[in-house]
């Protein structure tokens, strides 16, 4: 069946880096992106960005743009989420999530729904 | 950014009632519109995409309506297992973006 399984619970100091990891199976992973939400204690869903799993291409949410960075290892079917100097606000449980890839007439690629979730990892940033 | 609103914050109601939830984007959003629940400790649930398509496997009783700005998702007979957080969600193409609203409690009044 199609699923994605991420990486374990994280607990990281302000200022670190967190890297989070997502394994998909039981469909062709070049032919969809991976889009990654992340959800505070208590609040609602945050788009952070995706990447197309096809060619790489990747879309940040202004936010964020200069602290994450999202790529992918085809090799493996993997998907991996860095976030950099982080603060306490970014504490969260962080979600990856399949995205079909969709094209305009222009031939830009930009992020679908959203139809398979990982189960979530809790990355904590606390002193 | 486009901004999603959704009203009510928190919807009570009973098991058997009908739910409707509404979505208002500060833009029109065409027809490029889904909507999510989400229970409590998992993942969201996507239940409708393009406004008025349900995903895979979601029951008949789930419709969503709507284009433009404003967006409605109906629940006909509430089960018990539909208590839960619904959030909508819009995508643009240019910039490619994805951006939810704050979502919608309904609980069992």
């Known amino acids: 069946q199609v699923q994605l399984v991420q990486s374990g619970a994280e607990v990281k100091k302000p200022g670190a880096s967190v890297k989070v990891s997502c394994k998909a199976s039981g469909y062709t992973f070049t032919s969809y992106g991976i889009s990654w939400v992340r959800q505070a204690p208590g609040q609602g869903l945050e788009w952070m960005g995706w990447i197309s799993a096809y060619n790489g291409n990747t879309n940040y949410a202004q936010k964020l743009q200069g602290r994450v960075t999202m790529t992918t290892d085809t090799s493996t079917s993997t998907a991996y989420m860095e976030l950099r100097s982080l603060r306490s606000d970014d504490t969260a449980v962080y979600y990856c999530?399949?995205?079909?890839?969709?094209?305009?007439?222009?031939?830009?690629?930009?992020?679908?729904?959203?139809?398979?979730w990982g189960k979530g990892t809790t990355v904590t940033v606390s002193s | 950014e486009i901004v999603l609103t959704q009203s009510p914050a928190t919807l009570s109601l009973s098991p058997g009632e009908r739910a409707t939830l509404s979505c208002r984007a500060s833009?029109?959003?065409?027809?490029?519109l889904a909507w999510y629940q989400q229970k409590p400790g998992q993942a969201p649930r996507l239940l409708i995409y393009d406004a008025s398509n349900r995903a895979t496997g979601i029951p008949a009783r789930f419709s969503g309506s709507g284009s433009g700005t404003d967006f409605t998702l109906t629940i006909s007979s509430l089960e018990p297992e539909d208590f839960a957080v619904y959030y909508c969600?819009?995508?643009?193409?240019?910039?490619?973006?994805?951006?939810f609203g704050q979502g919608t409690r309904l609980e069992i009044k």
């Open positions: 999530a399949r995205a079909e890839i969709m094209i305009t007439f222009g031939g830009v690629a930009s992020p679908g729904y959203m139809d398979v």
């Open positions: 833009q029109s959003v065409s027809s490029y």
């Open positions: 969600q819009q995508r643009s193409n240019w910039p490619p973006e994805i951006t």
